[in-house]
């Protein structure tokens, strides 16, 4: 860690321990308003696409004062962050029910009142990589404490990634539910997934008629020092032709660095539209999975990433075409593509039911039960009614 960051990290440990405690007890002088529901965000100027299910829910649900505190930690000056600490705080100390999706420290600077619970609702599905405590790459060694204190519950996407959630936020297992993952609910809206589409063809209208494949990198390192693997798009391009098209979408914390490749859609919108997804650590394997598509493992480096960061299960499990060579990438999306390939047969999950063709018989029965039983073990829980549960554990609980 360099010294710019490693100094800024302790002055953002003082204020955790030492000045927001003081805030929130100030703070405290007032009554726990069990109607007040603060979404509160570190990496985000405006609301998070990964609670706006959930604000809407609660919004038409009425009886409920809502209140949003975002701001990008990362772009904003040390003022701004620590007035936008300090209103938290006071915020904090009053409320019912405390709404965040991703690490979030100043919810962990004190000892909450027991009138108050935190729902962490977070961003990523299933289990893959290792995590948070799990890890050491996730918490810096100089941070003291449980950066996950004071969560009263985290939703996850199935029955099996309690576990996993737990020992990484050093939780109980009673505060981690599978309750599903409140954003997915959208994939299973056909009106969303048309405006996807719709916005993309406005985005790249070069891509009409062609077949979309995105590689949607994870970072290597540390949050605050993200690195990615190589890869030559305009090489894979020329490999494929022109009846691909060939785009990027990296993580969160790269879009400055990598913004002149960087797609201009989310990931998530752009599920609908893709054809093939090119991934090989991130998350966002277990949804994209929901869209029945074909998926292919990129993964130069696993022996390293098993080795420094590890797995929840074996890699090898992923029902996807896994490759580790560059060289092999445009074959395994041709060969993933046709074996993958649908056609409309009744209305299924997503408003149709896939038929494998282009593959024998067998194979394709193969391929369905491989997917369906990952998915099953995996994300059981997306299945379009998580928001409805979580706003049922927030609305009982008040």
Not at 47 to 63: T, V
Request: overall charge positive.
């Amino acid at each position: 860690m360099n010294g710019k960051l490693f100094l800024k990290q302790y002055v953002k440990m003082f204020a955790q321990n030492c000045v927001l405690p003081i805030q929130y007890a100030l703070g405290c002088r007032k009554p726990v308003r069990p109607n007040l529901v603060v979404f509160a965000d570190a990496h985000h100027d405006g609301r998070p696409e990964s609670m706006e299910l959930l604000y809407e829910a609660l919004k038409n649900h009425g009886g409920l004062e809502l209140r949003e505190m975002y701001l990008n930690y990362q772009k904003a000056s040390p003022r701004a962050v620590m007035r936008h600490m300090f209103a938290f705080m006071k915020l904090y100390a009053q409320a019912g029910c405390v709404v965040i999706c991703d690490n979030f420290l100043p919810a962990a600077s004190c000892r909450k009142r027991r009138g108050t619970r935190v729902v962490q609702l977070w961003h990523a599905c299933g289990a893959l990589k290792k995590f948070g405590y799990d890890t050491t790459d996730d918490i810096p060694k100089q941070y003291h404490g449980n950066v996950f204190r004071n969560t009263s519950l985290v939703t996850v996407s199935a029955p099996h990634c309690v576990e996993p959630f737990a020992s990484a936020m050093k939780l109980g297992k009673r505060a981690v539910q599978p309750l599903g993952i409140s954003r997915t609910d959208l994939y299973f809206r056909g009106g969303w997934r048309e405006a996807c589409r719709t916005e993309f063809y406005r985005l790249y209208p070069q891509a009409r008629g062609k077949r979309v494949v995105l590689w949607a990198p994870t970072f290597r390192g540390s949050p605050g020092a993200p690195v990615l693997p190589r890869m030559d798009l305009a090489r894979l391009q020329q490999r494929l032709g022109e009846d691909w098209l060939v785009l990027c979408r990296v993580h969160p914390h790269m879009h400055e660095r990598y913004k002149d490749m960087d797609c201009k859609m989310p990931t998530e919108r752009l599920f609908p539209v893709v054809d093939v997804l090119i991934a090989d650590y991130s998350s966002l394997i277990f949804e994209y999975l929901l869209f029945d598509k074909p998926l292919v493992l990129y993964a130069p480096d696993l022996e390293e990433y098993q080795k420094k960061r590890g797995f929840y299960f074996d890699y090898a499990d992923i029902p996807g075409y896994q490759v580790r060579q560059e060289e092999a990438l445009p074959n395994a999306i041709l060969q993933e593509y046709q074996a993958r390939k649908y056609s409309v047969r009744q209305e299924g999950p997503f408003g149709r039911e896939q038929q494998y063709h282009n593959v024998p018989e067998d194979d394709g029965r193969l391929l369905r039960a491989n997917r369906e039983q990952f998915l099953e073990t995996y994300m059981s829980s997306c299945d379009g009614y998580a928001t409805q549960r979580i706003v049922e554990y927030i609305v009982k609980e008040r």
